[in-house]
């Protein structure tokens, strides 16, 4: 039976809160220890590298102008958008890609036992909180004297208990470090679900456009193909060039051989897409067959307008930090405890004969009751070093913690410089591609009209083929960046039910 990761955290919560009412005695007690704090970071006001929606207008040093404020149409990026951010490009077939990986990804599925792991053992913290009994027996055999031996028989069953009074919280601690560690395993739960979206949207848009790289190298090559055809033409009926039947030739050969290699890629794109929804390689090579119309991936040009501290602290990775810090503060307290007494209420009840008398009658019976203290004098400076330890540890964890933040805002920075100018590289490509088109048009006629050489055909048609390839590979990057940066916001995980604006209501 799979247990979902919604239940599991019901379980540590409803657990946590039933376990806690044990202690309620010595609850109000303080426990050794610092209390964890979240920490306060001072993040400056840095804008981010916005290359801005470009015009049809130029600066002075000829680059795209990017668009005005009041002009600049964008959508601006709420936590909507980035919750199930794969359903936003309308395709069922990811969609359906990324429900498979949900349910029978590998990675994915081991990520939930460790939330799993991480729930039992905080449930099993609490057992200290609650006396511990055991029930024992024993038949013993006794032998005395020097001449004629003496023996008797020893028999005894009893119910034996303890129960630590945790007056100075080492348990309560203990406790808080589990709950804790079970709270960052559950965020590594998300933080795995964030990365296997990731993952299943970067190779199906790497496939597609792999399958659009194909289409345009065999479109290519069925024109270079024509053009052979028509100088081979010529040139068996005496009229044509045969330098440029051979110059024709190879740059037809070069196109061709594009497409191996093409075709490989593409293979190994959906097999790697069938292990990412959980199923066997070449099962979904049906599914994920080259689309009939050509599929434009670009969405309408997004913005983030601003990168608050929160949605930072957010990201499942941070938070994977954040709770770890939480607990190493929570077992400085563990630690600190050994320096203090434990108390203990022991106690038996059971039954003892010894030699003919029997068991279980009530000469037999007996109970004790009592309290017990445990207190280290000497240890040899080993608690003293583990309270050190486990303080260094904690300071590292924080620096993790600090250096969690730092990364996030690098890689929304970092993703959003890479989308927002690659919109305006695909514009020049754009442009590229319909004047390379344009050349291969005006220099076959040239040629034709006998006033230029087949040189200026094949070097257009070798422009053509590689800015058509380049613009492809252009509008496919557009989408893997903006996908990159859903990631880095934290996008995948589910939105915040009040206070999100609508994608579609949301624009500037």
């Given at each position: 039976m799979k247990t979902t990761t919604k239940?599991?955290?019901?379980?540590?919560?409803?657990?946590?809160?039933?376990?806690?009412?044990?202690?309620?005695?010595?609850?109000?007690?303080?426990?050794?220890?610092?209390?964890?704090?979240e920490q306060a970071f001072k993040v400056p006001?840095?804008?981010l590298p916005d290359a801005g929606q470009p015009t049809t207008n130029f600066t002075e040093t000829a680059e795209y102008k990017p668009a005005s404020s009041n002009a600049d149409a964008r959508i601006t990026i709420s936590k909507n958008m980035l919750a199930q951010w794969w359903k936003r490009f309308d395709d069922p077939i990811l969609e359906k890609l990324v429900e498979g990986g949900v349910s029978n990804n590998v990675g994915y599925l081991m990520a939930q036992r460790r939330l799993e792991q991480a729930t039992w053992e905080h449930l099993g913290s609490y057992a200290a909180f609650l006396p511990n009994f055991a029930v024992g027996g024993a038949w013993t055999r006794h032998w005395y004297g020097s001449g004629d031996v003496t023996h008797y028989n020893v028999r005894n069953a009893a119910l034996d208990g303890n129960w630590e009074i945790d007056i100075f919280g080492g348990s309560r601690r203990q406790c808080e470090a589990a709950l804790a560690q079970a709270e960052a395993a559950g965020w590594t739960v998300s933080d795995a679900w964030v990365s296997l979206t990731t993952q299943i949207g970067e190779a199906y848009v790497n496939l597609r456009t792999t399958q659009a790289r194909i289409d345009v190298a065999r479109t290519n090559l069925v024109l270079q193909s024509e053009t052979y055809d028509i100088l081979k033409s010529r040139l068996d009926s005496g009229i044509g060039d045969e330098l440029a039947v051979n110059q024709c030739a190879y740059i037809v050969e070069q196109t061709r051989a594009r497409i191996p290699s093409l075709l490989a890629q593409e293979e190994k794109l959906k097999n790697a897409l069938a292990i990412l929804a959980g199923e066997m390689p070449g099962s979904l090579h049906e599914l994920l067959k080259p689309v009939e119309v050509s599929r434009d991936w670009l969405l309408a040009p997004q913005k983030v307008d601003e990168l608050s501290l929160d949605m930072m602290r957010g990201r499942p990775d941070v938070k994977i930090a954040e709770r770890n810090l939480a607990a190493q503060v929570a077992r400085i307290g563990v630690a600190k405890s050994a320096w203090f007494p434990k108390l203990y209420i022991n106690g038996a009840l059971g039954w003892e004969n010894r030699g003919k008398t029997r068991l279980f009658t009530r000469e037999s019976f007996f109970a004790t009751l009592g309290p017990a203290i445990s207190w280290p004098i000497f240890q040899g400076g080993a608690i003293y070093a583990n309270v050190k330890a486990t303080e260094a540890r904690t300071s590292e964890l924080a620096l993790a913690y600090e250096l969690a933040i730092e990364n996030a805002y690098g890689e929304v920075r970092n993703a959003y410089?890479?989308?927002?100018?690659?919109?305006?590289?695909?514009?020049?490509?754009?442009?590229?591609?319909?004047?390379?088109?344009?050349?291969?048009?005006?220099?076959?006629?040239?040629?034709?009209?006998g006033l230029k050489d087949f040189n200026n055909v094949l070097d257009a048609q070798r422009s053509r083929l590689q800015l058509e390839e380049e613009f492809v590979i252009s509008r496919g990057q557009i989408t893997l960046d903006l996908i990159d940066l859903y990631k880095a916001l934290g996008g995948g995980l589910a939105a915040d039910e009040e206070g999100d604006e609508s994608a579609e209501s949301t624009s500037k």
């Open positions: 239940t599991l955290a019901a379980l540590t919560l409803c657990a946590a809160a039933g376990c806690t009412s044990l202690n309620s005695v010595i609850s109000s007690l303080p426990s050794v220890g610092p209390d964890y704090e006001e840095y804008a410089a890479a989308y927002t100018q690659e919109y305006l590289r695909n514009k020049s490509l754009g442009g590229a591609v319909k004047a390379a088109t344009d050349a291969v048009t005006i220099s076959q006629d040239l040629y034709k009209n």
